[in-house]
């Protein structure tokens, strides 16, 4: 994938920050790469609407998911 196959997406610096710590030792390389995963899966599903949050319980859940696929 080249950078003119990529955007950039602004998110809250306070939610950068949460997300970094969320990712911390899971296998993640950056945010980036544990955003574009989420919202792919998100995406995938179609069950997620506006103003929704992941629980801590579904961020278990995606860490656990890659696990199972041998990334963590």
Do not use: C, W
Request: no cysteine; charged share 35%.
């Amino acid at each position: 994938m080249t950078n003119e196959d990529k955007v950039t997406i602004k998110i809250p610096r306070r939610l950068y920050n949460h997300l970094r710590n969320i990712i911390e030792d899971s296998g993640f390389n950056s945010v980036t790469e544990f955003i574009v995963y989420v919202m792919r899966d998100i995406a995938s599903t179609g069950r997620m609407e506006a103003g929704d949050e992941l629980t801590r319980e579904e961020i278990e859940q995606v860490r656990r998911r890659l696990k199972n696929l041998g990334y963590l």
